[in-house]
């Protein structure tokens, strides 16, 4: 079992990682401001990126965090490629940013790590509480540039679920020593898996993408200095470097593609080691817990406890699988955690689904977790990345008594049961639902599996069903299924615009206990994240000081 220090006051309260930017930059500096856990959502970083530049980037944060990445060249790439200053015209089509890939990935791969950075940057821009960002380990491909891109920024918690995260810890070591790392990458429908390497230190010395390369310019590692040949400038406000880079002589490397059009420029060499943050695995019962501490390569620095009450995606029941009557599965006495075997363990963990309330904290800190994760009535909150009509439409419709929240068996293409808010106009809405064409054009739950000739190729079962039947998909994968990519990103408001009209319908989801409302919004009117933190810990006003909380807890 590891050993475990306390670097400071652990907090009672991290804020969920919610949704494609529902837990965004905003919220969660709002919630570390005032010293609990706020966390990033972790997916579809780079579409966050590339479309916020795309829209002009309103604010300049997005642009004043890429003036802070410590390499300077593929920032300016990006800004070169994406950036339209003032935004594109209403309607127009939103460039695509490249798919993350088995192989000659690394464009995507470096979007990744850019994205990454920036969310984790300003979400810590500004003050000196904890921030930690939340990833889904079925997004395989991701995982390692993402991380990268996070650890890059100084990010002080990794949380990791959908998945079993033994790998993680060890990745956050490697990582955060620059060293290329290797993940295990799973094949559908056969049992192959695939190595697929990553190397931190060789990808910051490509930029380029595609036609378009990256532009001369000034700036980087904070300097905001002026861009020849870029869509605008890099805002200098708040400017905060965030590593010491000094440039060596680059090592060997392997020829470029030319598809992926790239200039090779010097490794970066960090002036002084970078932070290994800790890491927090995600899991339903004390089983999978006890699992990952019998190695320490395997074991995290804490765990989340999540029941399926939680919103996003849960686990499913143990057993065989059963639906009630409202087509959602049903949970026993074997899927509730026995919290004494948790305490057993011996490391910090936290409860979370239906845990938002201080009685639930209080008990919960008396069963001997460290606290809670709470995320919907975060996402419900002024700060949240939830578009705003959205946002009221929730609240109205919970005070109304007619908010549903089901937990979907078949919504998700990884599998997993996923929660699903009954809104109008959303893809909740059978309607809704049939009128839209299916398309995958972002990817990020796609897997790769192995085509009769032995070539790697890409799937999913909420893609066209007549592509994923040519794939060697089954059609009955594809039922019920939803382009989760698509609908998320189009919840907070950077879904994609289609030909006479047809943008992307959004999905909400949703925990299945939303009693908060009851105390914090009674008249469905906007509440705020510093009012959220101060109902559920009791006795710390909304303009009382923030609390120092250090990195928290750390292996030796």
Not at 266 to 274: D, E, G, M, N, Q
Request: glycine share 14%; net charge positive.
């Amino acid at each position: 079992m590891p050993v475990v220090r306390m670097d400071g006051e652990l907090p009672e309260v991290i804020q969920g990682g919610m949704g494609v930017g529902v837990s965004g930059w905003r919220l969660a500096r709002a919630v570390s401001s005032v010293g609990q856990l706020g966390v990033v959502s972790g997916t579809a970083l780079d579409a966050l990126l590339t479309r916020r530049l795309q829209l002009g980037d309103p604010g300049g944060g997005v642009r004043r965090a890429l003036a802070a990445f410590p390499v300077p060249e593929p920032a300016a790439a990006v800004l070169d490629r994406f950036y339209v200053e003032g935004g594109v015209a209403a309607g127009e089509r939103l460039r695509a940013q490249p798919m993350l890939r088995v192989e000659r990935g690394e464009q995507a791969e470096l979007l990744t790590v850019l994205g990454n950075f920036v969310e984790v940057w300003l979400a810590k821009e500004g003050h000196t509480g904890p921030v930690g960002i939340n990833y889904l380990e079925k997004v395989q491909l991701g995982l390692a540039p993402g991380m990268f891109g996070a650890i890059l920024a100084g990010v002080d918690y990794v949380l990791v679920g959908a998945g079993v995260p033994g790998h993680v810890p060890e990745l956050a070591r490697k990582l955060a020593r620059m060293e290329p790392v290797t993940v295990r990458v799973r094949f559908d429908g056969s049992e192959e898996d695939y190595d697929h390497r990553f190397d931190p230190a060789a990808l910051l010395g490509r930029t380029g993408f595609g036609a378009d390369q990256g532009c001369r310019c000034g700036g980087g590692n904070g300097g905001g200095g002026e861009r020849t040949g870029c869509r605008g400038k890099a805002p200098t406000q708040g400017k905060r470097q965030v590593q010491d880079v000094r440039i060596e002589s680059p090592a060997p490397a392997a020829r470029p593609s030319t598809a992926e059009t790239t200039r090779v420029t010097p490794s970066p060499v960090f002036a002084r080691p970078l932070r290994r943050p800790n890491v927090l695995a995600i899991v339903s019962l004390p089983l999978l817990a006890s699992y990952l501490v019998r190695d320490e390569a395997t074991a995290p620095d804490g765990f989340v406890i999540e029941t399926h009450r939680a919103g996003g995606h849960s686990a499913p029941p143990r057993g065989a699988l059963k639906l009630d009557a409202r087509g959602e599965p049903v949970y026993g006495p074997r899927d509730h955690p026995d919290l004494a075997k948790m305490v057993g363990i011996g490391l910090p963990f936290w409860l979370a689904g239906g845990a938002a309330h201080p009685e639930r904290l209080a008990a919960a800190r008396a069963l001997g977790a460290a606290g809670v994760q709470v995320g919907s009535v975060f996402a419900l909150c002024e700060e949240s990345g939830l578009e705003p009509g959205l946002r009221k439409v929730l609240r109205t419709q919970a005070r109304a008594g007619a908010l549903e929240v089901r937990n979907d068996p078949l919504a998700s293409p990884t599998g997993f049961p996923f929660k699903v808010a009954e809104v109008a106009g959303t893809l909740s809405d059978p309607a809704v639902r049939t009128a839209r064409r299916r398309v995958c054009d972002l990817g990020y739950l796609r897997v790769p599996y192995r085509t009769a000739e032995g070539a790697i190729g890409y799937r999913c079962p909420a893609e066209p069903e007549a592509a994923y039947l040519r794939k060697g998909g089954s059609a009955a994968d594809t039922e019920g299924r939803l382009c989760l990519c698509n609908g998320l990103l189009a919840t907070v408001g950077l879904g994609q615009r289609h030909p006479l009209g047809r943008d992307e319908p959004p999905v909400i989801t949703l925990g299945q206990d939303l009693d908060f409302l009851a105390e914090l919004s009674p008249d469905g009117g906007p509440y705020r994240a510093v009012e959220v933190v101060e109902w559920l810990t009791g006795d710390r006003g909304v303009g009382a000081p923030p609390r120092t909380i250090g990195p928290g807890l750390r292996r030796r």
